[in-house]
């Protein structure tokens, strides 16, 4: 999988780097073939080596395979080592861009990027630039009119981790008021997306399938109630009923009671992947339920970095999964890696399930001017532990929240 999403994304980054580089500078095929005392460059896969980074050869080995341990950090900042890794072999990292806490560089296991450096005495590749694949192109927005008599907003919540037990219902009804337009005229919301998480984890394996009936009911009824207002789109989580594996599919609606059948068949509700990818009022939508960006998190070790700066870097590296299939569980794509783009950039990026709101309007392409090419990513909070949803407008691209606490 590593193999195929270099070979892919070499050829991107080939090109970049030669507008920068090749006229001045030597590319060196091979990252074992770097000699001492030249400038060169060359392209190749990062690889962290972490001391609480998961390792599932060592698991087997150990006989411990299983459910991973609740890791909240890979990174120790004394014994980390930056890698760069082609079909040839290793290089390690060094230089200020690796260890500077200034510049906002994010290096994460998979990320395919092109370096400019020396070889230093001890025999590491210090760093003095690097080249991403070059700009992909970012679709137009497509105005639809009135949209069919529905709202230009969208409604993003993540993270309900509906409960049976020791749940805040109040909100979750207020929630519900809001959307359906009991507690305030709210004509101008269109369309709701669910990204992920919308029960808690189960309690345990021994009353697993009690505890998740219990939560399921509460949350058909909430579906219900809304998607007879606005439509739905629902996205599964790693809470909720569905394989484990990025990219997980769609919640089966067979896991609900056949009154809410009606509410499928008539598509207003939706089962969707995640990640997804969603086109709504002429405006392209790729969305997570956050996994990505949880586990990508975990491998940064600058104090500066926001999980903002994490969207904006898996557009820039072209890849929203780059930690997939070492740490974050993946189904094993041998040619065919969903989690790249391949040819265009998504108008709006929104990532569930996390601490806080966050939203940024980034602009990678070659005519930074141009506000026609400006991405809007948007980090979505948990709504059990903040209280918020995220209203996006689809007309100006502006973002707010609503707090029901």
Request: proline share 5%; glycine share 6%; aromatic share 10%.
């Amino acid at each position: 999988m590593y193999q195929d999403r270099l070979n892919i994304l070499r050829g991107k980054t080939l090109n970049n780097c030669n507008k920068k580089w090749a006229s001045k500078y030597r590319q060196v095929n091979k990252v074992l073939d770097i000699s001492f005392g030249e400038i060169c460059w060359c392209i190749g896969s990062v690889y962290c080596e972490m001391k609480f980074k998961p390792n599932i050869l060592e698991d087997v080995i150990n006989d411990t395979y299983g459910a991973p341990a609740l890791v909240t950090k890979y990174s120790d900042s004394e014994t980390d080592e930056i890698m760069l890794e082609d079909e040839s072999g290793r290089v390690l990292l060094s230089g200020d861009l690796i260890s500077n806490e200034k510049n906002n560089e994010l290096f994460i296991t998979g990320v395919v990027i092109g370096v400019l450096g020396q070889e230093t005495v001890d025999g590491s590749f210090e760093v003095l630039e690097i080249c991403y694949p070059e700009p992909l192109n970012v679709p137009k927005s497509i105005s639809m009119g009135n949209n069919n008599g529905r709202g230009t907003k969208v409604a993003i919540v993540s993270g309900l981790n509906i409960d049976s037990e020791n749940f805040d219902f109040k909100r979750l009804n207020q929630l519900q008021e809001y959307l359906i337009g009991d507690l305030i005229t709210n004509s101008e919301i269109g369309r709701l997306i669910i990204a992920g998480n919308s029960i808690s984890k189960a309690k345990s394996p021994e009353d697993f399938n009690n505890d998740i009936s219990n939560k399921l009911t509460i949350f058909e009824k909430f579906l219900t109630n809304v998607c007879k207002s606005i439509p739905i789109d629902l996205m599964p989580g790693f809470n909720d009923p569905s394989d484990k594996s990025w990219p997980q599919q769609p919640i089966n609606k067979a896991i609900f009671s056949n009154s809410s059948e009606v509410y499928f068949n008539s598509e207003m509700i939706v089962n969707v992947t995640n990640p997804c990818l969603l086109y709504y009022n002429g405006v392209k939508f790729l969305g997570t339920s956050g996994e990505n960006v949880n586990d990508i998190f975990k491998y940064h070790i600058k104090k500066n970095i926001e999980r903002i700066n994490v969207l904006e870097a898996t557009l820039k590296w072209q890849d929203i999964a780059p930690t997939a299939p070492d740490t974050l569980w993946s189904y094993p794509y041998e040619d065919n890696n969903p989690f790249l783009f391949k040819s265009e950039w998504p108008k709006v990026y929104f990532v569930g399930n996390q601490p806080r709101f966050m939203f940024s309007k980034i602009n990678l392409s070659s005519d930074p001017n141009n506000k026609d090419n400006e991405i809007t990513c948007i980090c979505v909070p948990e709504f059990s532990s903040t209280g918020e949803i995220v209203i996006l407008d689809l007309d100006t691209k502006d973002v707010e929240t609503v707090n029901f606490d």
